[in-house]
């Protein structure tokens, strides 16, 4: 009978201990509390786009007969050949696609390629539009784009804003892709070209030099390069760079006259280069 008046006693020990216990852990909370911050900390959002389009297929026939207008006249199968295009070499086509097209015509050759870049960040504190920016910026700083140019009113040139009659062209320059070349566009159909009587380099018109533009996707500039050294030929190439939420897509367009006297339009490149930018663009966001 005298040992069962260990029971309570020892039930009352196992009590003390357990409370013990509990108050030594941090009881007011706050191990729970501090998990719980950690597990609810803020992740930013993946971009809009988790997939590419594919590159050669994205354009049709009327726009490449207009930037390749040597391919038109190509035989059969050549021609299917040219406007079929060539895709890029990439590990992996759902983060970067790419292809390019060539044609030689009578007067010139011509040269388009297109690439598109789907960014992700791997740091869960940034984004991957803002990873893409910075992508971006990187392709800008690399053109070195010169610093705005005051007109005459003193207003800056070197960035683009407002209306452009390009803004509203396809990939020709025109409005609503309609044919180019009519008497007041400027130089004939397919001929992009001026004649330089001394066969020097000429320089980029006013408004035409390398700059910002506006009203395509998040941020894009456009460059124009004109090379004549190492060559009798001189070449232009125009790039037009954009970023649209974490994808970036770079077009270059360029053109070699036969004629070494000749010199590619700067005008006619850059609104036909931005024209399928805008393409591009608008099929991104479909």
Known sequence: MQRKAYVPALAALLVTLVAGCTSGSGGDGSDIDA???AA???TAPPGRYQTLPEPCGSLDRATLRDLLPGAAQLPGEQQEKAFKGTAAVTYDTDRRVGCSWSADAPNASHHLAIDIERVVSYDPAVSDADKAQEVYAKKEDDAELPPPV???TGDETGNESGDDPADDAGPSGSPSGSPSGSPSDGPTPN???TTSPSGSASTTPPGLQPRLLDNLGDAAFVDDVFASSG????RRTVSVVFRTSNVVVTVRYAEQPAHPTTVPDSKE????????ARKLADQLNE
């Open 35 to 37: 998990k719980a911050g």
């Open 40 to 42: 609810t900390t803020a």
């Open 150 to 152: 005051a007109d005459e």
């Open 191 to 193: 001929s992009g070209t």
């Open 231 to 234: 060559s009798a030929a001189k």
């Open 269 to 276: 490149l850059q609104e036909k280069a931005r024209g399928l």
